[in-house]
């Protein structure tokens, strides 16, 4: 007995059905992380939860990104094409998915505490801490992201050592180092403020 294929449109509706599902799970963990620090942030003494919550928070953004950049910058120096493809596609999966909800969760959470620490607002390190935060956000959701599913696609449609993939990799990896070192800056940052 032959199989026959699916036809094109059950498969658009497989990965529109997808789609809409990926959507509304990160809605919902969305709600949940601003309803978690909302509750934590009106509780009382709770300042020392949401410090271990926002530093816990910026390990897994801050080390993931320096984590990706580190194993770019290893595939790149061995010249290792197929390598970075496959960096390209597990960074355009893990980012949407991990590193864009707990880069929400680090700027909530950051609020939060400047709030209940009653730090107030006209500091340096808060300046410097938001500017980089809304400079690293924007850079990653808006092209490190995405490219790195298009690299991984391109990498798929004509190979992982094609020039073309090897240019837009490289261009990508020297953004990626420039945010994994304001991210360090900012870390830096907030660790040298006094008292905290």
Known sequence: MEETAAPAETLSETVEERLRTATSAMLAGAVLVAVVILFLALAPGTYQVLLALHVLAVVIWVGGDVTLTTLGVVFER?????????????????????????????????????????????HFWIDFAIAGWGATATLGIAFIGPELGRIGALAGQIGPDAPEVGRRINRLFMIFRCQTVTLMLIVVDMVAKPNF
């Open 78 to 122: 061995k010249r290792d094409g197929e390598a970075l493809a496959q960096l390209g596609k597990l960074g355009g999966w893990i980012g949407p998915k991990l590193y864009t909800p707990v880069l929400f969760a680090v700027f909530g959470l950051g609020i939060a505490l400047v709030q209940k620490g009653n730090w107030g607002w006209n």
